[in-house]
């Protein structure tokens, strides 16, 4: 009996290392100018010789490198070609759906990934009308002032949401929410699942989006459209976007949502 017990007790070993490398690499995402193997401990509440342990052994794998002689540490390259794979991946299989989306609604759509406390535009396919929203890939929104912010904002825990969240959030225009205001919108949002956004980041510009619960993770797919046609189209795009939310999660292995 006493052989299973060892391995059960090295296996319980080998999750709390991950759980505890996952911790490390988490609080060096929150703060890309690095930190100190101190800070890294105070942050993680680990001794500082646990955390020396676990940063040697991602540095090993370039998933933490050293900021050089100054002292501290950031994460390495290996994790930011492990994301490119990943985005890559998960473009091939949802741009198909962002070109039929779009070609039904006449509108741009748009697939956007959660970074920090702002939205990153991976992929959009602009609808081919003479009045259209158009904007560049990688450009990065303030989550709360997007549809596609607010409906990956929504899926968070308390815990992550909030150090996200400025305490007072900057004004774009009259309509962007307060904190007060967002944090009971992301409550309505969750329960329902669709978010929209008009107005609120900038004027004549609204946006619905939805939640993609990928084997990848969470993005949200998107429709950008000028507000004239939000108030008059927005129960149609709605619908439409909850259906192919339905199709991509069901092509990504994910059983489909009630």
Do not use: W
């Given at each position: 009996?006493?052989?299973?017990?060892?391995?059960?007790?090295?296996?319980?070993?080998?999750?709390?290392?991950?759980?505890?490398?996952?911790?490390?690499?988490?609080?060096?995402?929150?703060?890309?100018?690095?930190?100190?193997?101190?800070g890294i401990a105070q942050t993680v509440?680990?001794?500082?010789?646990?955390?020396?342990?676990?940063?040697?052994?991602?540095?090993?794998?370039?998933?933490?490198?050293?900021?050089?002689?100054?002292?501290?540490?950031?994460?390495?390259?290996?994790?930011?070609?492990?994301?490119?794979?990943?985005?890559?991946?998960?473009?091939?299989?949802?741009?198909?759906?962002?070109?039929?989306?779009?070609?039904?609604?006449?509108?741009?759509t748009c697939l956007t990934s959660l970074?920090?406390?702002?939205?990153?535009?991976?992929?959009?396919?602009?609808?081919?009308?003479?009045?259209?929203?158009?904007?560049?890939?990688?450009?990065?929104?303030?989550?709360?002032?997007?549809?596609?912010?607010?409906?990956?904002?929504?899926?968070?825990?308390?815990?992550?949401?909030?150090?996200?969240?400025?305490?007072?959030?900057?004004?774009?225009?009259?309509?962007?929410?307060?904190?007060?205001?967002?944090?009971?919108?992301?409550?309505?949002?969750?329960?329902?699942?669709?978010?929209?956004?008009?107005?609120?980041?900038?004027?004549?510009?609204?946006?619905?989006?939805?939640?993609?619960?990928?084997?990848?993770?969470?993005?949200?797919?998107?429709?950008?459209?000028?507000?004239?046609?939000?108030?008059?189209?927005?129960?149609?795009?709605?619908?439409?976007?909850?259906?192919?939310?339905?199709?991509?999660?069901?092509?990504?292995?994910?059983?489909?949502?009630?």
């Amino acid at each position: 009996m006493s052989k299973p017990e060892k391995s059960t007790g090295k296996q319980q070993g080998g999750i709390q290392v991950i759980a505890r490398a996952g911790a490390i690499m988490r609080a060096l995402g929150s703060h890309p100018q690095g930190l100190s193997l101190g800070g890294i401990a105070q942050t993680v509440g680990l001794p500082r010789s646990t955390v020396q342990r676990i940063i040697s052994a991602l540095e090993e794998e370039l998933l933490v490198e050293g900021l050089g002689p100054s002292g501290g540490f950031r994460l390495g390259p290996a994790l930011g070609q492990l994301i490119h794979q990943a985005q890559t991946d998960i473009i091939s299989l949802i741009r198909p759906h962002l070109v039929t989306l779009s070609e039904q609604l006449q509108e741009t759509t748009c697939l956007t990934s959660l970074v920090g406390g702002e939205t990153y535009a991976l992929e959009r396919i602009v609808a081919e009308r003479e009045l259209r929203v158009v904007f560049p890939l990688g450009i990065n929104v303030p989550a709360f002032a997007t549809a596609s912010g607010k409906v990956l904002l929504a899926e968070l825990p308390e815990a992550t949401l909030q150090p996200l969240l400025p305490a007072t959030l900057d004004t774009f225009t009259p309509h962007t929410l307060s904190r007060e205001a967002l944090l009971a919108q992301l409550k309505e949002i969750k329960a329902c699942g669709v978010a929209v956004e008009q107005d609120e980041y900038i004027e004549g510009l609204s946006s619905f989006a939805v939640p993609l619960d990928t084997y990848l993770g969470y993005y949200s797919l998107t429709v950008v459209v000028p507000s004239t046609r939000a108030r008059t189209q927005g129960e149609r795009i709605k619908q439409t976007l909850q259906s192919y939310r339905d199709n991509i999660e069901r092509a990504s292995g994910r059983i489909p949502r009630n």
